[in-house]
């Protein structure tokens, strides 16, 4: 079974090393943090420079333990790090948003309120998980997973429909975050 140090390397090899792209809206970027991210974290050298160890620190902060995906993989370990995958290149908020979206349209109990998509992965959302992987098991959890990566392609080519330069980025995101 994963480990949240075994997600965390995962994406640590996804985004690779130091990236200074002019069409990349964040910048420079080094393990995939991004200069703004690493100096609201305290780190203020070079960012070719920024340790690996920072990084991964960075990660767990506020990747994982942060918007409560640690809570969450003691649950699913696969939708934790799918939910950490995705809130690192486009935010724990709209991660946690797409959880409660699919897991609302599942939500097939009579007289079980829908959760609020607020996009914080808080009690109501763990408990809406819980009571979801309990009711429906691995296939639910596979079926859970699909969603979230449907939602994440639709979010790419939305970012590439309204940003034309993010088409550089397109299908490396779609063949590392949602086909693989």
């Given amino acids: 079974m994963k480990t949240i140090d075994a997600i965390i390397e995962d994406v640590l090899a996804n985004e690779g090393g130091y990236v200074n792209d002019p069409r990349d809206a964040g ?3 080094n393990y ?3 200069i703004a991210t690493a100096r609201a974290n305290g780190y203020s050298g070079p960012m070719r420079d920024l340790p690996r160890a920072t990084a991964f620190d960075i990660y767990r902060r506020r990747y994982v333990v942060a918007p409560g995906y640690a809570a969450i993989a003691g649950m699913s370990m696969p939708v934790a790090a799918e939910l ?3 809130g690192v290149n486009m935010g724990p908020p ?3 948003r797409f959880l409660q979206r699919v897991l609302n349209a599942c939500n097939d109990r ?3 309120p829908d959760l609020v998509v607020d996009g914080m992965a808080g009690r109501a959302t763990l408990a809406a998980l ?3 992987l309990a009711r429906r098991g691995g296939e ?3 079926v859970l997973l699909a969603a979230l990566n449907g939602l994440q392609a639709a979010r790419y080519i939305e970012l590439c429909e309204a940003r034309p330069a993010n088409r550089a980025f397109a299908y490396g995101w779609l063949r ?3 086909a693989a």
Avoid: L, Q
């Fill in 84 to 86: 950490v995958d995705t």
């Fill in 94 to 96: 709209v991660a946690s």
């Fill in 130 to 132: 819980g009571a979801f």
């Fill in 27 to 29: 910048g420079e970027t």
């Fill in 32 to 34: 995939g943090i991004t």
């Fill in 140 to 142: 639910g959890e596979r």
């Fill in 110 to 112: 009579a007289g079980s």
């Fill in 176 to 178: 590392t975050r949602v």
